[in-house]
């Protein structure tokens, strides 16, 4: 980031996430279609302002707009805002709560945890202590097999359109998820996901921890998983499941057809 755009951010207003999990709409109303979601310790940058109920949001962990309810995040300052976008834990724990005397929040795999200093985290409210496991964003090296690990603990999660939780989660939120515990920050959907990452050639070429993308009639690239060796792949379809992969796409054995037709796959590790 240059210098001058960094500077024409803090003139703007910053909020981070204290709850769980927080919708992300296309509109002002909660039926108007979930985008994506923000998670406990997440950072935004609040783009415009309605009836002081609502906040069109630009988000700092998936780079999403959209709107959220004024009353579902904190409003900080600019210097909070760089400490909390600064390093920072993730968590590992699919719920886990973190907490002082005062209360206890359950929050969810891939959580931020601000200024965690291997036991206790800070927010702008308060101090809590967080029990469980959490690693430093980015800290993990990437290999085939890690990636696998992390992407498994999402394994019978719901296919939720905008999610990105293990309570509700979509093939994009799923893959970028995975990755960012390894520094390797990706877009938020599928189509963009694609552009990153070294082709494979052939399918027989396709290795662990490589990503498959799918497509659609017109050959635009819309879901992704994440390929397990042996013919296996696990992404989100219905439920993160593991399915069969082939040249022609991802085969699923339960109803025995194939539900994904297979553009292309991508090596981002190894």
Known sequence: ?????????????????????VPVWNEPAVDSGLITQLLFGETVIVIR??????????TQSCQSE?????????????VKFEKYTGERALTMEICHPVFNDETSKY?????????????????PDSKYIFNGQAI???????????VTKIARRYLHTPELSGG?????????????????????????TPEQQSLYGDIVDFEEQSAEGDVAFCMDADGTVIHAGI????????HPSGSVRID???HFGIFNMDIRRYTHKLRFIRRLVG
């Open 1 to 21: 980031m240059s210098k001058n755009k960094k500077a024409d951010t803090r003139h703007l207003v910053h909020a981070i996430c204290g709850l769980n999990i």
């Open 49 to 58: 302002k309605k009836n002081r109920q609502w906040f069109r949001v630009l």
């Open 66 to 78: 959209g709107w959220v309810q004024a009353s579902q995040i904190e409003l900080i300052d600019e």
């Open 107 to 123: 929050i969810v795999m891939g959580s931020s945890l601000p200024r965690f200093d291997g036991l206790s985290l800070k927010m």
């Open 136 to 146: 430093l964003e980015g800290s993990l090296e990437a290999s085939p097999d890690l």
């Open 164 to 188: 990105r939780s293990p309570f509700g989660i979509d093939a994009g939120s799923f893959i970028q998820n995975t990755f960012r515990y390894f520094g390797i920050l990706l877009p938020r």
């Open 227 to 234: 390929l397990l060796g042996d013919g296996k792949v696990i």
């Open 244 to 246: 069969r992969i082939d």
